[in-house]
């Protein structure tokens, strides 16, 4: 386990794979200190970084902006990071692969980042949404793993455009009839509810290769569906209730504007000659100013 070194700074212009996982930059980045800040910034040609398993906690801005611009892959997975730099990542313009799998991330920024990320590893996580803007910007992204993490609803919206039916940027892949794209979505505690029947048709219409959609794609909510498969939601019913729910809205809405003018040609007058009467009553009875 390397912890403090002499040196702040690793220097290389041949070194392309760096395996520095299992060691304690948790120590050398700590608050406290700057000196390791640039510790990887000597590595002029580095293409892959592995600093998996190093107790990070979270990632300093800083450590980002210093990495080699020439990065293309970067694993940060199985560390204890609460907090990472989404808005500094941008700088790595060959990052292609990153992966932050088995942290403690509960949530993402509401914000996009101009990358050229191929695969992004969210998996084993705390998320609990994706907001719309996070992935709107990831036009290159063909592999999204989300599975593992405490995601209750999935807005299709904020998945990339890529994996929308009728974008041609995911060709055929191995498997037959499946696109070369791959969602990752098992072991999440979905509502399955009509909340998200738009989700449920989106699962049964899509190309994408989603491992495990019909044995580990389950409900949580409500407990009368725990443990069903999403895929078992019925989209006909939902559409039963919400037309129900519109013709309920649109009869009332109907009954207010029949009846209001109904009611105000037969009562109107009756209805204001008994605020005059009142309101004369009441200024009738108003005690005088004064001594009057």
Request: with cysteine.
């Amino acid at each position: 386990h390397i912890g403090l070194r002499i040196s702040n700074i690793l220097t290389s212009t041949s070194l392309k794979y760096l395996d520095f996982s299992g060691n304690r930059l948790d120590i050398m980045w700590d608050s406290r200190r700057d000196q390791y800040l640039h510790f990887f910034q000597g590595l002029t040609n580095l293409t892959q970084l592995d600093i998996s398993e190093n107790q990070l906690r979270s990632f300093p801005p800083e450590v980002i902006i210093n990495l080699p611009p020439s990065l293309q892959v970067l694993r940060v997975d199985s560390n204890m990071l609460t907090y990472f730099p989404w808005g500094n990542i941008s700088v790595l313009k060959q990052l292609c692969h990153l992966n932050l799998s088995s942290n403690m991330l509960s949530f993402l920024p509401s914000m996009h980042f101009d990358l050229r990320l191929v695969s992004l590893d969210l998996s084993h996580n705390r998320l609990v949404a994706i907001p719309k803007a996070f992935l709107s910007q990831a036009i290159n992204l063909k592999n999204l793993m989300l599975n593992h993490n405490q995601l209750k609803i999935l807005d299709v919206q904020s998945l990339p455009l890529a994996f929308h039916k009728g974008y041609t940027f995911c060709p055929a892949g191995r498997h037959k009839n499946k696109s070369s794209c791959k969602l990752v979505l098992h072991a999440n505690p979905f509502t399955c509810s009509c909340v998200i029947s738009g989700f449920a048709r989106f699962l049964r219409e899509t190309d994408l290769d989603i491992p495990h959609l019909t044995t580990e794609v389950h409900c949580a909510y409500p407990e009368s569906l725990a443990g069903v498969n999403v895929l078992s939601i019925d989209l006909h019913s939902c559409q039963e209730i919400f037309g129900s729910v519109a013709f309920l809205c649109t009869l009332l809405l109907t009954l207010a504007a029949t009846s209001v003018p109904l009611l105000k040609h037969l009562y109107g007058w009756d209805l204001w000659y008994c605020i005059q009467i009142l309101w004369t009553g009441h200024k009738g009875h108003t005690p005088a100013d004064g001594g009057n």
